[in-house]
């Protein structure tokens, strides 16, 4: 097994996690809206159902992109944690839609509220767990460059601040009897959740399309490279794409005509070694050419043409 796979599958540990947390905060935020006939409540214990059924999505996706390249996929099986994000941000868009088509209809009447210090009390309880779940997420999702981890713990803290206000909100509104408050609350959570799910779908869509890896990653890569300038040495067509984990870089070294291959196969074996290290879970592809050869100047973009 490559150290990326064993990664990989170590990544399903804290996926489980959040199939748990949402097992837990669905009942909990169910048995509050049944207590207190809150649609904000209500719009809470949904987005949590969401969070469940996206979790279950990335146990799977995160068991099938755990696995090694093979013939067929050269490249590994990281990228398809993208479809899990952009099935996730449809799943949130489909949710607010539903959360602001239940509101509307109680704008014009508002439930009384009951049982809301229970139901409160019930409703933080789930968010300390939501909170804990995010958090470890986060931290597993960035540490190893999951996408699909990091999808998960931005909506699990989505769902945190929707607690939140759905917390404060409903109270004032039982407090002053401002039960329109209720309803109001309700679409402001659809709001917030309609902005999650579509920073989730651009996410997943910039992954499909091979995005470049950050500017700031590009930067460092390059200064990598310019440290053999004084040695006659150049470079281009530079690219870059990220696949989940997985950094995939390719570049084109060009020396002197008169250097053995010997000479630059070492200064590539040197090149890649520094960039692996550098940047994390990247694969690195390296083409050595003669910087006096007009041909080698002729690849400069990043599609050559056959013209």
Do not use: C
């Amino acid at each position: 097994m490559s150290a990326d796979s064993a990664v990989g599958r170590s990544l399903v540990g804290p996926a489980w996690v959040a199939v748990v947390a949402a097992l837990l905060t669905i009942g909990l935020k169910g048995g509050a809206y049944l207590l207190t006939d809150s649609v904000a409540i209500l719009s809470d214990a949904l987005e949590s159902l969401v969070n469940l059924v996206a979790s279950l999505i990335a146990l799977v996706v995160l068991a099938i992109a755990a696995r090694p390249a093979d013939e067929q996929h050269s490249y590994g099986h990281t990228k398809v944690e993208y479809f899990a994000s952009g099935f996730e941000g449809a799943l949130i868009l489909f949710t607010a839609l539903s959360i602001g088509y239940a509101s509307i209809s109680r704008l014009f009447a508002p439930p009384v509220l009951d049982e809301v210090g229970v139901g409160l009390a019930i409703t933080a309880l789930a968010t300390v767990i939501n909170l804990a779940a995010a958090r470890l997420l986060f931290r597993a999702g960035r540490r190893h460059h999951s996408v699909a981890l990091e999808s998960g713990a931005q909506h699990l803290m989505t769902d945190v601040w929707t607690s939140v206000g759905v917390i404060g909100g409903v109270a004032v509104a039982s407090a002053t009897g401002w039960l329109v408050l209720d309803p109001i609350i309700a679409l402001i959570v659809a709001v917030n959740i309609l902005t999650t799910g579509i920073d989730l779908l651009r996410r997943s869509t910039l992954g499909l399309i091979d995005t470049a890896l950050p500017a700031e990653t590009r930067k460092l890569i390059s200064r990598i490279l310019d440290e053999h300038r004084p040695e006659g040495v150049e470079y281009h067509a530079l690219r870059t794409r990220q696949a989940g984990m997985l950094r995939f870089i390719s570049f084109h070294i060009l020396v002197p005509g008169d250097w053995t291959v010997k000479r630059g196969h070492d200064l590539l074996e040197d090149l890649e070694e520094r960039i692996r290290s550098a940047v994390p879970h990247s694969t690195v592809f390296t083409h050595l050419e003669p910087v006096e050869d007009p041909l080698s100047w002729q690849d400069t973009e990043l599609r050559r043409s056959t013209d």
